[in-house]
């Protein structure tokens, strides 16, 4: 049910399911809590009610009287509320707010019974007059005929029955307490949690409170619901029968008036002014915030005189919302700060002005020190939020959920804190694919170095239908996810779909294959198309790609040595040299800086061992463990003069004691053989190819041999047949140099 005035939409009832405030129910005690002093009824609802001890007392007066006897109760001031009820006692109960969210309804011991014209109270013992009645004249006629028809409790006259004689009101009143008569006689028989008066429906409710001489119509579109509505009021108000029309267009009643886009647009919380302002409402447990902004309202004088009208805009404007989305309990309301006292004092007339057309009570105090304006509203159920809505399974009523980069965070944060506690090898990480693009990272940095800490293999896959807060991380299966990626190696190419992740300067264009993340350096332009792709660089969780044919921008291409992946756990090397070497998905993580060093039996295929016309010797593994890169810095040195000076051999011993020699005529591109001495080990021979970082080369050797300095190092570069020695620094309990008979200076070609 829709009320609009002046053509706006000012309430809005609905009603779903049976109504039960102002129902009255024969409820009995479950428990009694001294120290809240209140206690829990069961009315036969699905949660137990609540009783406050204050809604046991009786008080005197009424929240729509003239107030005199305001506050006065009769015995109980002092009363515990041990000493009203005990548990498994019956008492008479009318709901007085609606179960709401997770508590139950709430309850009292005061019953009222609302009619036409009159409220009858049968626990009062006054008459009441309505604060809306302010003629002096009628309010002392209608206490006067009060007085003579009240025969038993109490009674308060409402606003309906201005101008009403003595006759209409007697008669209300007869039927009202008949109907409090049937209550109590139904207490006597029926059984606990039972209901003993039911509150009448919506159109009842409609045609008893709301018809009356103010109304110009009232449009029914159901002919039942006409024909229902039709007699209530010749058996209420004969004379106002005439205003109820039957509406029976084929276009929806709503529609035709305009209101479904009116609640569609007011439900929001963002409301917008016809000035270019806007209330932002905000609605929580504990209170209702209203904040009112300028937005897009500059004025034209100043700025006092803008603040002035948008905030006089916003009374009017906040009294229609609260009455729309019947909103209750504390509400605070945020007017733009007002300088002047005077505007201030008018805002507040134009909030009371407006609230004397809202039916329902409320209470206003002045503008705090803040700028702030404190009420409430009486409660009576759900608004109209609660009614249209529900809380977000999402993200459980909260309206956010928690970033993508903060659940990866605590990804990574659960994985190394495992990681601690276990052995695992590899671990297999499943997360929405959002949280997976921000876990792996630009470029698969963060996922790389968490590999490097940890040790681990990180294998990271999306799941589209996870939630964006939860995320998964068990052991891998090392042998399963290789043969997952079976054939990815740089140069493939692939049909993938670019997406843009991010936004502005952050926009990336991304991809996926096979659950594995892949980075489209040169896909920013063809965001939402499928097209053929080479892979650059792959890894365990992400893969870079060129679209092909597409031009790379200047400055996109990453600095691909970022990408020298983590070391392989043993037991994941185990499990990698299970499959075949051509199905090895380690062999493919070269970067430039860490050149791929091959396994032991495996294939050589660089492109310098193919120019090398001698046989090369692999060093030898000890025990069968994994071999790992050394870097051993080569510094050649000419061959003296055969008339070498004796000064000039002391200066040639002393740069070899510093080990600070230097031959500045090896060219660049030459190859040069690298002999690796061990103690009874046969030496191993190494062909490289001289480069930009020549003196330093890579030798792959075995896992034993690393964590030492090699027993000698020879060297050989051609062309110019230098040979030289470079021995290690003494060991306790090893011979020294001079011992070992050992050229202290150069060498000869019999060394080789």
Known sequence: MAIVEDGFLVELHMEREERVVGSVYKARVTNVLPGMDASFVDIGLEKNAFLYVGDILTDDSSDEGDGRNRGRRRTYSDAKIRDLVKPGQDILVQVVKAPRGTKGARVSTRVSLPGRYLVFMPDAGNVGISRKIEDVHERDRLKRAGERIRKEGGIIIRTEAEGRSEAELRDDYRYLLNVWHDIKERFRTAPPASVLHQEMGLLFRVVRDMLSADIFAVVIDSPEGHERSVELANALSPGLADKLLLYDETTPLFEAYGIEKEIERLAKPKVWLKSGGYLRIDETEALTSIDVNTGKFVGATSLNETILRTNLESANEIVRQLRFR???????????????????????????????????????????????????????????????????????????????????????????????????????????????????????????????????????????????????????????????????????????????????????????????????????????????????????????????????????????????????????????????????????????????????????????????????????????????????????????????????????????????????????????????????????????????????????????????????????????????????????????????????????????
């Open 326 to 752: 019947d909103l209750g309990g504390m509400i605070i309301l945020d007017f733009i700060d007002m300088s002047s006292a005077e505007d201030r004092k008018t805002v507040m007339r134009a909030l009371d002005n407006a609230l004397k057309q809202d039916r329902t009570r409320t209470k206003v105090a002045a503008i705090s020190p803040l700028g702030l304006i404190e009420m409430t509203r009486k409660r009576t159920g759900e608004n109209l939020s609660e009614t249209l809505r529900d809380h977000c399974p999402y993200c459980e009523g909260r309206g956010t959920v928690q970033s993508a980069l903060t659940t990866a965070v605590r990804a990574d944060h659960e994985l190394r804190g495992m990681v601690a506690r276990d052995t695992n090898p590899a671990y297999y990480v499943c997360m929405h694919p959002d949280v997976a693009v921000e876990f792996i990272g630009e470029w698969g940095g963060p996922i790389h170095k968490l590999e490097q800490d940890t040790g681990r293999a990180v294998y990271a896959r999306p799941d589209p239908n996870a939630h964006r807060e939860k995320f998964s991380i068990a052991p891998a299966d090392v042998p399963l996810m290789q043969k997952s990626m079976r054939g990815l190696k740089p140069g493939k190419v692939l049909d993938l779909t670019v997406e843009a992740y991010g936004t502005g300067d952050d926009l990336r264009s991304i991809a996926w294959h096979n659950g594995i993340l892949v980075e489209v350096i040169n896909g920013a332009a063809h965001i939402g198309q499928t097209l053929q792709a080479k892979l650059t660089n792959v890894s365990r969780s992400y893969m870079m790609a060129e679209l092909v044919g597409v031009p790379t921008p200047p400055g996109v291409r990453p600095d691909t040595r970022a990408f020298a992946p983590a070391p392989y756990p043993k037991a994941a090397v185990k499990a990698d040299r299970e499959l075949q070497p051509e199905e090895s998905i380690d062999k493919y993580f070269t970067t430039d800086r860490a050149p791929r060093y091959r396994r032991r039996g495996e294939e050589s295929t660089t492109e310098t061992e193919a120019k090398s016309d001698k046989p090369v010797k692999e060093p030898k593994a000890r025990g069968g463990r994994a071999q790992k890169p050394v870097v051993i810095e080569v510094v050649p040195v000419p061959a003296p003069e055969p008339a070498a000076t004796s000064a000039e051999l002391a200066d040639a011993r002393k740069r070899k004691r510093r080990g600070r020699r230097r031959h500045e005529d090896v060219p660049e591109g030459e190859t040069v053989l690298v002999s690796v001495e061990a103690e009874t080990e046969t030496p191993s021979m190494v062909s490289v190819e001289t480069g930009p970082e020549f003196p330093k080369i890579t030798l792959p050797v075995t896992e034993g041999d690393a964590g030492e300095e090699p027993q000698a190092v020879e060297v050989a570069v051609k062309p110019g047949g230098h040979v030289f020695k470079r021995w290690p620094r003494r060991r306790k309990g090893r011979p020294g140099r001079d011992e070992r008979g050992g050229s202290d200076m150069m060498g000869s070609d019999e060394s080789l």
